[in-house]
């Protein structure tokens, strides 16, 4: 199913990880472990934030992949199902067709 994660980083922590070089090996990390069909990076409400939107296989995937974020950044983190435009005409023909 196709997902997307949202980790926003609080900005001490982010520095913090900036100053000490984990920055680079935690996004690395999620990378290989999700690899995404995109990964976009950005500001929210004035923290770092990043959304990666990736196809989970298991739920299992998510803790080598969340811990990360929540031990060495302190990010909130959320994760949802998300469509894209082939899936949104798939389930709208489904709807319209009473199946």
């Known amino acids: ?3 997307v994660l949202k980790a926003q980083i609080p900005t001490e922590a982010g520095n913090d990880a900036l100053r000490s070089g984990s920055m680079p ?3 690395e990390t999620a990378v290989a472990a999700l690899k995404p069909e995109a ?3 950005t500001l ?11 196809d989970m296989q298991q739920s299992s995937q998510m803790p080598p992949v969340l811990e990360s974020f929540f031990t ?25 067709s009473g199946t």
């Open 44 to 54: 929210d409400g004035g923290d770092r934030t990043c959304f990666f939107y990736f």
């Open 39 to 41: 990964a976009y990076f």
């Open 25 to 27: 090996k935690i996004m």
């Open 72 to 96: 060495e950044l302190h990010a909130k983190v959320s994760i949802q199902p998300v469509m894209n435009m082939d899936d949104l005409r798939i389930g709208l023909g489904d709807l319209m």
């Open 1 to 3: 199913m196709r997902m």
